[in-house]
């Protein structure tokens, strides 16, 4: 069925592990992941961001996440990823979405609370979840300098009167990760300030924390990519044991989009360059969508530890 993420924040909580919320913009990439949630026994998360919902159209995509629980039986919640406006967020609650998140992070806090409130009331009303953030995830650019990096991070000081004032049901944190495939710099350590997720958490008993920009940037698919034609040096993205330590702690959902796209496009280039007479669109998405369930039953059993909890 379609479900809130509320049961399976509480259950991930308690049990110390993360549910994956993977990004979704067409038919294989569906396919891939549900048939690997579904081999595993997954919970799992299905998002959608303002982009996909522009490509794919809002009916098309529902309609494929409801074939992919019929399919599969399994409990599957629908989320807006990154909605930006009331408006937007209205619109996916109207269309059967079971969850939104309202990113006010580049706002004040003010704004931040009476915008995030505002879808709050309008979810709830009507049995939808909401996520917020709190804090602006760094890009690798903003790193350089560390006061503006520092000034990006979460301030846990900010995180009780932000859930308080706005009721909502999940938080996303900034605590060093960031979106896309160059989340460090080459040479450097990748670091995540656990300090701040531990203080958030001390704060908030019993909360879930979101983690935003959590791929790895698998180094077997950048290869793949390298090695097939394309061109993306120094693609780096987050250790995996970092990812499983903010698993075990009040981290209840893991997103993850990067790695999904890296998957599917090395797949595709290798079989490309391996077959230049086929056309057939069949072909190549066929290895896309088995590298991408591959790729997600890895993340369920080795990296957010939720196999056997759906
Ligand atoms: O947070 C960003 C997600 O990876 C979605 O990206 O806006 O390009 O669809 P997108
Ligand atoms: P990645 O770019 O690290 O996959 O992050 C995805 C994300 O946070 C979607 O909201
Ligand atoms: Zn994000
Ligand atoms: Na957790």
């Given at each position: 069925?379609?479900?809130?993420?509320?049961?399976?924040?509480?259950?991930?909580?308690?049990?110390?592990?993360?549910?994956?919320?993977?990004?979704?913009?067409?038919?294989?990439?569906?396919?891939?992941?549900?048939?690997?949630?579904?081999?595993?026994?997954?919970?799992?998360?299905?998002?959608?961001s303002a982009g996909?919902?522009?490509?794919?159209?809002?009916?098309?995509?529902?309609?494929?996440?409801?074939?992919?629980?019929?399919?599969?039986?399994?409990?599957?919640?629908?989320?807006?990823?990154?909605?930006?406006?009331?408006?937007?967020?209205?619109?996916?609650?109207?269309?059967?979405?079971?969850?939104?998140?309202?990113?006010?992070?580049?706002?004040?806090?003010?704004?931040n609370i009476a915008?995030?409130?505002?879808?709050?009331?309008?979810?709830?009303?009507?049995?939808v979840v909401v996520?917020?953030?709190?804090?602006?995830?760094?890009?690798?650019?903003?790193?350089?300098?560390?006061?503006?990096?520092?000034?990006?991070?979460?301030?846990?000081?900010?995180?009780?009167?932000?859930?308080?004032?706005?009721?909502?049901?999940?938080?996303?944190?900034?605590?060093?990760?960031?979106?896309?495939?160059?989340?460090?710099?080459?040479?450097?350590?990748?670091?995540?300030?656990?300090?701040?997720?531990?203080?958030?958490?001390?704060?908030?008993?019993?909360?879930?924390?979101?983690?935003?920009?959590?791929?790895?940037?698998?180094?077997?698919?950048?290869?793949?990519?390298?090695?097939?034609?394309?061109?993306?040096?120094?693609?780096?993205?987050?250790?995996?044991?970092?990812?499983?330590?903010?698993?075990?702690?009040?981290?209840?959902?893991?997103?993850?989009?990067?790695?999904?796209?890296?998957?599917?496009?090395?797949?595709?280039?290798?079989?490309?360059?391996?077959?230049?007479?086929?056309?057939?669109?069949?072909?190549?998405?066929?290895?896309?969508?088995?590298?991408?369930?591959?790729?997600?039953?890895?993340?369920?059993?080795?990296?957010?530890?939720?196999?056997?909890?759906?």
């Open positions: 069925p379609l479900v809130t993420s509320a049961e399976m924040f509480k259950k991930a909580y308690e049990g110390g592990y993360a549910i994956g919320a993977f990004n979704v913009n067409n038919m294989e990439i569906v396919q891939g992941i549900t048939e690997a949630a579904k081999e595993v026994n997954a919970p799992l998360i299905l998002q959608v996909a919902r522009k490509y794919a159209n809002h009916t098309y995509l529902m309609k494929l996440v409801e074939a992919a629980i019929a399919e599969t039986g399994l409990p599957i919640c629908l989320h807006l990823d990154h909605g930006d406006t009331f408006e937007l967020c209205k619109s996916c609650i109207d269309g059967g979405f079971t969850s939104v998140m309202i990113d006010g992070s580049h706002h004040s806090f003010e704004d915008l995030t409130k505002q879808v709050v009331d309008y979810a709830h009303a009507r049995g996520e917020a953030e709190l804090g602006r995830l760094a890009g690798i650019e903003d790193a350089v300098n560390v006061s503006e990096a520092d000034a990006a991070f979460t301030n846990p000081a900010e995180v009780e009167e932000f859930v308080t004032k706005t009721g909502v049901d999940s938080l996303a944190i900034a605590i060093g990760t960031s979106h896309g495939a160059y989340k460090f710099k080459p040479g450097t350590k990748p670091q995540l300030r656990f300090d701040i997720l531990e203080e958030v958490s001390k704060r908030l008993p019993n909360f879930p924390i979101v983690l935003h920009g959590a791929s790895s940037v698998i180094p077997e698919f950048v290869d793949m990519i390298n090695n097939n034609g394309g061109k993306m040096p120094d693609a780096i993205g987050i250790p995996e044991d970092m990812l499983r330590q903010a698993a075990k702690m009040a981290v209840c959902k893991i997103n993850i989009d990067s790695d999904l796209r890296l998957a599917m496009t090395g797949s595709i280039r290798k079989y490309f360059n391996e077959h230049p007479d086929h056309f057939d669109p069949r072909q190549y998405l066929k290895p896309a969508r088995e590298a991408i369930k591959g790729l997600v039953k890895d993340k369920i059993v080795n990296v957010l530890g939720c196999d056997g909890k759906a």
